[in-house]
C-alpha cells in the first residue's frame, strides 16, 4: 500500500474510533490529527474538512453495513429465514466493525439539524427502504401484515440494535439459540 493510502486509511481509522468513543460533535479536529501522527494541513488535503472525514467513515463502513441489509433482505417467501439472516449477519459484521457499529447506532438517534445527522441520513433512509421492502413483500404472504412496513422496518432495526450491542460488549454470545429467540420474539409480535 502507499504512504499516500497508508495515511488515508490512519487517518480514516483513527476518526472512526474517535467518533464512536466520543461521538462525531465530541471529536475536534486537533484530536483526529494528534491522534493520527499528522498535521491538519495533511488531514484537510485528504478530506476536505471534519465533515468530509464523517461522510468517508460513513461511506467506507456504511455502504458495506448496507450490502449486508441489501443481501439478507431479499425476500424468498421466507420471512423467518430472512430475518434469522439480516440477525446474524448484523451481528457478525458488528463484531467484526465494532466501531464502525456503535457509530452506525449513534448517528441514526442523531438529533435532526446537526451535522451528524445530516450526513447519515442518505445510509438511514437507505437502510430504512430495504428493510420495509422485505416487509412488503412478505405482506403479499402474511395479509396481516399490510400496511405496517415502516412499524415492523423500525420496531426491527430496534430490537436488532438492542441484541447486538450485548454482543458486542461481550454480556451475550452469537449462538443458534439466541439468534432463534431474537427472531421468535419479533414474529410472535408481528402474528399476534
Known sequence: MSEEKTTRRTILETALDLFALQGYEGTGVQQIVDNSGITKPTMYHYFGHKRGLLDEVIHTWGRSLFDIYEKSADYQHDLVMNLNLLTRETITFALANQSFYRLHCALSAAAPGTESHAA?????????????????????????????????????????????????????????????????????????
Not at 433512509?125 to 430495504?130: E, G, Q, S, V
Not at 402474511?142 to 438492542?162: I, T, V
Open 120 to 192: 447519515y441520513e442518505p445510509l438511514r433512509k437507505d437502510i430504512n427502504a430495504c428493510i420495509e421492502t422485505l416487509f412488503a413483500k412478505a405482506s403479499k404472504d402474511h395479509g396481516n401484515m399490510k400496511g405496517r412496513e415502516k412499524l415492523y422496518s423500525e420496531s426491527f432495526q430496534g430490537m436488532l440494535k438492542a441484541w447486538t450491542l450485548p454482543v458486542l460488549n461481550t454480556e451475550l454470545q452469537l449462538t443458534d439459540d439466541l439468534l432463534h429467540r431474537v427472531v421468535h420474539q419479533f414474529m410472535h409480535g408481528i402474528f399476534s
